[in-house]
C-alpha cells in the first residue's frame, strides 16, 4: 500500500510517530479501511512506532513493515524510534547524494560513498566512531530483515567474518565490515556531586551561581523537575524507566533514614533487566509529598475537565480496585507507551497510573524530560557555568559515586581479615561491582567496569573528596550488598 498523504514539496524522508489521534483519520488511500486509525488496528500497529514518509510524503508499507515487524518488536520502542531516525539519515542520502536511488536498489557502492560523507568529507557530519557504529548496526539490521523477506536483492552494507569470541553474533557468523575499529566506550563522563547540585539549582530551580533565587526563573515545575533529576542521580534508571514508574510502584514510606527499594518490572527495563532499586529515603518522602500534593492537583482539575475517560478506547483502563494486588500486576505488565495512556481506580476516581504529570495531566514522556534537560543547560549556558547534563550522564555520575562509596566500605571491611576469611566474606556478600551491576540493569560485567576504569584514572585526592557530606555515606548503602536479588513472589527477572 501507499498512500498519498498531500502534494507537498518536502524534498527529504520525514520520520513520525504512530499515534491512535484523529488527525491522521483523513489520509488519502485509506478511506476504504475505515481511516489511519482503523488501518492501524488493522494492522496491529503498536502506538508510537516510528514510520517513514518519503520525499513525495508517500507511506511504504514495505519499508516500515520492519518497525512493526517479530524483529523490533522485541526491542524497546526508543530502540525502534533510534532505527528509525538512522535510517532516514541513510535514506536521504541516497535522495540527495545519490541522485534519488531507492532504497530497494541501494547497493554498497552506495553505502561506502555515504561513509566518506559522514565520516571524511569536510563538509559532512564528521562523527564519531561510536554514532558511526550505531548507524552502520541499524541500517544492517534493516536490510538483513528486508533480505531475509525477498524485498531487497542484497544488503549494502558489506561484511565480514565475525572474529572467535566476539559477543552479539549475527547471522552466518558476519559483521559489517565498515564498523569503525576505534570505537570505544571507555570514555565515560559524569558530574561530581557538587557539580551536579550546581546544574540542578541553576539549571532546574532558578537560582543564581551564588545560590540565591533568580528573579527572572519562569519555571513553574522547578521542585518536581529538580525532584525527578535527584531521583535519576541517586538510583541510576534510566530515563525510560523512571519515566514509566507508576504510583503503584512506589514503596510505603516507613523510615527517613538509609534506602527503601522497589522492584523495577520486566515490562519497563530495558532488555528485560528486571531488578531492585534502591532509592534514598529522603527522596522517597519528597516523591509522596509531589503525589499527594502537586500531582493530585493536577488530577483533580484534569478529573473535573473529564480528561480520564474509562470509555475512551486510545486507553488501557485497568478496573481492578485500587492498590489490590491483581492492579499492581497488570500495571507491572504494561509496556512504556501502553502505560502513558492507562487509568487506574485510584482513591477519588480515574487517574493516570504514571506518577510524573504535565500540568495538563498527562504523563511526561521521554521526549519532554529531554527538553526538561535542554532548558536546564541552557539556563546554565546563559549563566556562563561550564556545566551541563543528560539524563544518561546521571546514569554514569550514579555508577561512579556509588562504586567509590561501596569500594570504601568493603575494602574498609576486609582490612582486619586473612585471606581465607576475606574470600569467605566475597562469597557471602558480594563484590561493589557485581552489586552495581545488577543495580544499573548490565548483562555484561565488562559494561559496568568502564565505571570502575573511570575511578582508577582518578589521582586520590580527588577520589578523597568526591563525596562530600551532602552524599550519604558508604556504610548506608554497603549494608544492601548481602540483600537477595530474587524478585518477588509472582514476578520474573
Not at 478 to 492: I, K
Amino acid at each position: 500500500m501507499e498512500a498519498v498523504i498531500s502534494p507537498s514539496g518536502v524534498q527529504r524522508w520525514t520520520l513520525r510517530q504512530a499515534r491512535d489521534h484523529h488527525e491522521y483519520v483523513a489520509v488519502p488511500g485509506l478511506e476504504p479501511l475505515g481511516g489511519w486509525r482503523e488501518w492501524l488496528r488493522s494492522v496491529g500497529i503498536p502506538d508510537r512506532t516510528p514510520y517513514l514518509l518519503s520525499p513525495q510524503l508517500e507511506y511504504d508499507s514495505t519499508l516500515n513493515a520492519f518497525f512493526y515487524s517479530s524483529d523490533m518488536l522485541t526491542t524497546a520502542m526508543t530502540t525502534r524510534q533510534g532505527y528509525a531516525a538512522d535510517l532516514r539519515t541513510f535514506l536521504n542520502f541516497l535522495e540527495e547524494g545519490r541522485s534519488g536511488t531507492a532504497w530497494s536498489d541501494a547497493t554498497a557502492q552506495d553505502h561506502l560513498a555515504y561513509m566518506a560523507w559522514r565520516r571524511e568529507d569536510p563538509e559532512g557530519a564528521r562523527i564519531s566512531d561510536a554514532s558511526w557504529n550505531r548507524e552502520v548496526a541499524a541500517v544492517d539490521r534493516f536490510y538483513r530483515w528486508q533480505l531475509s523477506q525477498g524485498n531487497v536483492r542484497e544488503n549494502p552494507i558489506p561484511q565480514r567474518r565475525r572474529r572467535p569470541g566476539r559477543r552479539r553474533a549475527k547471522e552466518e557468523g558476519t559483521q559489517p565490515s565498515t564498523y569503525a575499529p576505534g570505537a570505544r566506550r571507555s570514555d565515560v563522563h559524569w558530574l561530581p556531586p557538587r557539580s551536579y547540585r550546581l546544574w540542578r539549582d541553576v539549571g532546574l530551580r532558578g537560582y543564581t551561581p551564588s545560590g540565591l533565587p533568580d528573579p527572572t526563573f519562569r519555571g513553574r515545575w522547578a521542585d518536581r523537575n529538580a525532584l525527578f533529576a535527584d531521583a535519576m542521580v541517586r538510583t541510576g534508571m534510566r530515563l525510560t524507566e523512571q519515566a514509566s514508574l507508576t504510583t503503584l510502584e512506589l514503596p510505603s514510606l516507613h523510615t527517613l533514614a538509609g534506602y527503601h527499594r522497589f522492584w523495577l518490572p520486566k515490562a519497563i527495563a530495558k532488555w528485560g533487566s528486571a531488578r531492585y532499586v534502591y532509592l534514598p529515603s529522603p527522596i522517597l518522602r519528597d516523591i509522596h509529598s509531589y503525589v499527594e500534593t502537586d500531582r493530585e492537583q493536577i488530577v483533580s482539575r484534569a478529573r473535573a475537565r473529564g480528561k480520564y475517560d474509562p470509555s475512551d478506547p486510545s486507553r488501557v483502563v485497568i478496573r481492578e480496585p485500587f492498590g489490590s494486588s491483581r492492579q499492581r500486576r497488570m500495571v507491572a505488565n504494561l509496556r512504556p507507551e501502553e502505560r502513558t495512556r492507562a487509568l487506574i481506580r485510584g482513591p477519588s476516581g480515574w487517574e493516570p497510573a504514571i506518577v510524573w504529570l504535565g500540568e495538563g495531566g498527562s504523563p511526561l514522556v521521554r521526549k519532554s524530560w529531554q527538553g526538561v534537560f535542554g532548558d536546564a543547560n541552557d539556563r546554565c549556558h546563559r549563566a556562563k557555568l561550564e556545566v551541563s547534563a543528560h539524563a544518561h550522564l546521571l546514569r554514569h555520575t550514579y555508577a561512579v559515586t556509588t562504586l567509590e562509596l561501596l569500594s570504601r566500605g568493603y575494602f574498609q571491611s576486609l582490612g582486619h581479615l586473612n585471606s581465607a576469611q576475606r574470600m569467605h566474606y566475597r562469597m557471602v556478600w558480594g563484590e561493589p561491582i557485581r552489586w552495581v551491576q545488577a543495580r544499573l540493569g548490565h548483562r555484561s560485567q565488562e559494561t559496568t567496569n568502564l565505571y570502575l576504569h573511570a575511578l582508577e584514572r582518578l589521582e586520590m585526592e580527588t577520589r578523597i573528596a568526591l563525596i562530600d557530606e551532602a552524599w550519604d555515606d558508604a556504610l548506608k548503602l554497603f549494608a544492601h550488598l548481602q540483600d537477595s536479588d530474587a524478585p518477588p513472589d509472582g514476578e520474573e527477572f
